[in-house]
């Protein structure tokens, strides 16, 4: 059984491009987290989704960040015009259901140069 | 609003000694789950331990456990044997029941030491 699945590892933009993270949750999990890690600091949630739905984004900067998770394929954590102080390890996490323990993606590494 | 503190920033432990970290957390919840999370190098998220917080009974796993004080707010984990492969960041987490989201700790850096 496959883990947590992030692409890209890491990403380099420019300020200004845009950025799209993807995750695909570990095999019959149905909820999804993002997680964002700033140099020296522990995770804070973003978002929590279930398919086709947003839960909690109670985490997400109001502006120029948004999520997804269609009914088929991953979840996307999309970032527009990016800027220095969005640079950051992005994490998913995903359970099966909601008592369940959230298992972690290995990350990915934003970089905004 | 939950919330979770690591006092410690740093720490390091002999090879084979035995090491605890603190963390500390305040919910208003009396259903709620702790955790405890590695993160080496690699920054891959490793569940270490998790403890219900209506068994008073310490979770153990292997040369880990915890010191669970509900009515302290307290939830420390000791390593025992402590190994060079156990040194990383690790993180200290809390969620209420049901699917919320977890909340960290700042966590503590732990350097094993040969």
């Known amino acids: 059984n496959a883990g947590v699945m992030q692409n890209p590892r890491h990403l380099v933009r420019r300020r200004g491009q845009e950025a799209r993270l993807r995750c695909s949750p570990m095999?019959?999990?149905?909820?999804v987290y993002w997680y964002r890690q700033l140099p020296e600091e522990g995770l804070k949630f973003m978002v929590y989704?279930?398919?086709?739905?947003?839960?909690?984004e109670s985490g997400m900067p109001k502006e120029r960040f948004s999520a997804e998770f269609p009914k088929e394929g991953p979840s996307i954590l999309r970032i527009q015009q990016v800027v220095r102080g969005d640079s950051a390890a992005y994490f998913c996490?995903?359970?099966?259901?909601?008592?369940?323990?959230?298992?972690f993606g290995p990350g990915t590494r934003l970089t905004v140069t | 609003a939950q919330t979770v503190t690591q006092s410690q920033p740093e720490m390091s432990v002999q090879e084979a000694e035995t090491v605890t970290l603190s963390c500390t957390y305040d919910?208003?919840?009396?259903?709620?789950?702790l955790f405890w999370y590695k993160q080496p190098p690699s920054r891959q998220m490793i569940l270490v331990i998790r403890?219900?917080?209506?068994?008073?009974q310490n979770a153990t796993e292997n040369r880990f456990s915890v010191n669970f004080q509900k009515a302290a707010k307290s939830f420390s984990l000791k390593i025992s044997d402590s190994q060079l492969g156990d040194t990383a960041m690790y993180f200290c987490?809390?969620?209420?029941?049901?699917?919320?989201?977890?909340?960290f700790g700042k966590g503590t850096r732990l350097s094993v030491i040969a």
């Open positions: 989704l279930q398919k086709e739905n947003i839960i909690d």
């Open positions: 095999k019959g999990h149905s909820h």
């Open positions: 996490a995903s359970s099966r259901d909601r008592t369940y323990e959230q298992y």
């Open positions: 403890q219900e917080a209506y068994k008073q």
């Open positions: 987490a809390s969620r209420n029941s049901g699917n919320t989201p977890l909340v």
């Open positions: 919910t208003s919840e009396s259903n709620y789950y």
